[in-house]
């Protein structure tokens, strides 16, 4: 609506909100819940660009917990990782081997 340049009052009247409860809002700091999810998002974020992306919401929350010792839920870390749009590769690692090689030279002889 602000792309729009729609005057206040018609904006929350619209979106069915007082004028003064927007002010109010608008001047209001930012919640510790908040500012504690912006950090956590900021970690995860760092976790996952360590592990090349490999990593998803289970073993990221292991990192935290037990590798830097930091108190969250598990469904947080799920959230977070999912609105800041990240994803872990699934699945197992597919191997292949090299067709008609040697593994081992003959030592004995």
Known sequence: ??????????ACE?????VSGFYG??????????????????????IHAGSRE????SR???ELTLGRGIAVCRQTVETLTRHAGLRGISGRPKFRKAPNAGTASDLVD
């Open 14 to 18: 619209l979106l069915g909100v007082s």
């Open 60 to 62: 990221v929350h292991a």
């Open 54 to 57: 490999t990593y998803g919401t």
């Open 25 to 46: 809002w608008r001047r209001r700091p930012r919640s510790a819940r908040s500012i504690r999810h912006a950090w956590l998002s900021a970690v995860i974020g760092e």
């Open 1 to 10: 609506m602000a792309a729009e340049e729609l005057p206040v009052e018609r």
